[in-house]
């Protein structure tokens, strides 16, 4: 029987690029814990990282301001209401109040639909905005360090981390 000949090669080992995630801050601002590095398996739901945001703040003055401007015209709304059921104004008014709380509703709805996307509670809102692993894998990029720029800005990579399912991988030999 023939000893069977070994083949050595050199080459490369790549993730599916299909398999991969990038890991991306909604909201912008400066990293202030990070709980992974580069190579460390991650499961899906677990804390990555932590950015302190401005984004935060101003959704949450939003928000407040809508609230009080909904609140605002439901009164006006239903006192108008009132006012033209004691024949004291007219239809007009009526549908101008309707259609003002209309808005105002749907207002503080994107107000809180923006809180709801930076991952904020309405009730209990932090200026830290915590940052989570969207799939399970390995990180095979990092390119955030504490105190860098996280999110969505105008320098560097808005991509925190990528994660990528290594279950299946191409691996590509060099010619020689």
């Given at each position: 029987?023939?000893?069977?000949?070994?083949?050595?090669?050199?080459?490369?080992?790549?993730?599916?690029?299909?398999?991969?995630?990038?890991?991306?801050?909604?909201?912008?601002?400066?990293?202030?814990?990070?709980?992974?590095?580069?190579?460390?398996?991650?499961?899906?739901?677990?804390?990555?990282?932590?950015?302190?945001?401005?984004?935060?703040?101003?959704?949450?003055?939003?928000?407040?301001?809508?609230?009080?401007?909904?609140?605002?015209?439901?009164?006006?709304?239903?006192?108008?209401?009132?006012?033209?059921?004691?024949?004291?104004?007219?239809?007009?008014?009526?549908?101008?109040?309707?259609?003002?709380?209309?808005?105002n509703q749907a207002d503080l709805?994107?107000?809180?639909?923006?809180?709801?996307?930076?991952?904020?509670?309405?009730?209990?809102?932090?200026?830290?905005?915590?940052?989570?692993?969207?799939?399970?894998?390995?990180?095979?990029?990092?390119?955030?360090?504490?105190?860098?720029?996280?999110?969505?800005?105008?320098?560097?990579?808005?991509?925190?981390?990528?994660?990528?399912?290594?279950?299946?991988?191409?691996?590509?030999?060099?010619?020689y």
């Amino acid at each position: 029987m023939e000893a069977a000949a070994e083949l050595n090669v050199t080459g490369s080992v790549f993730p599916d690029i299909a398999r991969e995630v990038p890991v991306i801050s909604l909201a912008s601002g400066r990293v202030v814990d990070i709980k992974a590095r580069l190579d460390d398996s991650v499961k899906k739901g677990q804390l990555l990282l932590k950015v302190q945001s401005p984004d935060v703040t101003n959704a949450y003055d939003v928000y407040l301001k809508a609230v009080s401007d909904e609140q605002m015209t439901n009164k006006a709304y239903l006192r108008t209401k009132d006012l033209y059921a004691h024949g004291a104004i007219s239809q007009e008014m009526v549908e101008q109040a309707e259609d003002a709380e209309t808005d105002n509703q749907a207002d503080l709805k994107a107000a809180e639909e923006q809180l709801k996307t930076l991952g904020i509670d309405k009730n209990n809102p932090q200026s830290i905005v915590p940052v989570y692993a969207p799939i399970s894998g390995v990180i095979v990029a990092q390119y955030v360090t504490n105190a860098a720029a996280a999110g969505v800005t105008y320098s560097g990579n808005a991509t925190a981390f990528t994660i990528a399912d290594l279950s299946v991988v191409w691996i590509v030999c060099d010619a020689y």
